[in-house]
């Protein structure tokens, strides 16, 4: 009989707030990188939250709560977002914010600082891979590849999987997608 491994419980990112969970230095330190610079001005109007295209059909992405539980000092929960990673870089928030707080600039903020720490859905992890193995941003389907051939058509340009790693070693890229899942700043 196979043995059951207790699982964690799954954080839906809903859970009462804890006073240790607060880390009152992040917003100052999110007003030192470029992008964020702006993120007290915020002055929780919603705007943002109201016109973006993905918020519209979620219910749980609302860049307005991001940025305010950053400006709480809730770190951990912010990079541990999953929802962090449904924002398609529209800008709309950045048009239409009345405090000219760059929201799509402070999304993206946060990405990269939950990527440094190895906060990021698994998909891209595995997107990363084929890019570091092939040089594509995704593995061209054999199919695809066949169908080429029957039609006609001259065979797609080899991906330089070599210059792609120079560029992203540079990065410090392997590091990052080689980080364990879920390891937060808090814990560095
Ligand atoms: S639109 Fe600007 S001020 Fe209003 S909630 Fe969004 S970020 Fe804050
Ligand atoms: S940039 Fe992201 S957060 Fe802003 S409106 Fe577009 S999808 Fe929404």
């Not at 954080?11 to 030192?32: C, N, V």
């Not at 048009?95 to 760059?102: A, G």
Request: aromatic share 6%; proline share 7%.
């Amino acid at each position: 009989m196979s043995e059951t491994v207790a699982q964690p419980p799954v954080s839906t990112g809903k859970e009462p707030i804890k006073a240790s969970e607060l880390d009152p230095k992040f917003k100052y330190e999110l007003q030192k990188i470029h992008g964020s610079e702006k993120i007290l001005k915020c002055f929780q109007c919603g705007t943002c939250t109201s016109d973006c295209p993905v918020a519209r059909f979620s219910d749980n992405y609302r860049p307005r709560t991001l940025i305010h539980m950053a400006q709480l000092g809730l770190k951990d929960r912010v990079l541990k977002s999953d929802t962090l990673w449904l924002c398609a870089s529209c800008f709309t928030c950045t048009d239409r914010c009345p405090q000219d707080v760059e929201v799509a600039n402070v999304i993206r903020v946060f990405r990269n600082l939950a990527a440094e720490n190895g906060c990021f859905p698994q998909i891209f992890r595995e997107q990363a891979q084929i890019l570091l193995e092939s040089g594509y941003a995704y593995k061209i389907p054999e199919l695809r590849i066949k169908k080429r051939e029957t039609q006609g058509l001259p065979p797609l340009p080899k991906g330089n999987a070599k210059k792609v790693q120079k560029i992203l070693k540079g990065v410090k890229f392997m590091e990052r997608i080689q980080k364990p899942q879920g390891e937060t700043a808090s814990e560095q």
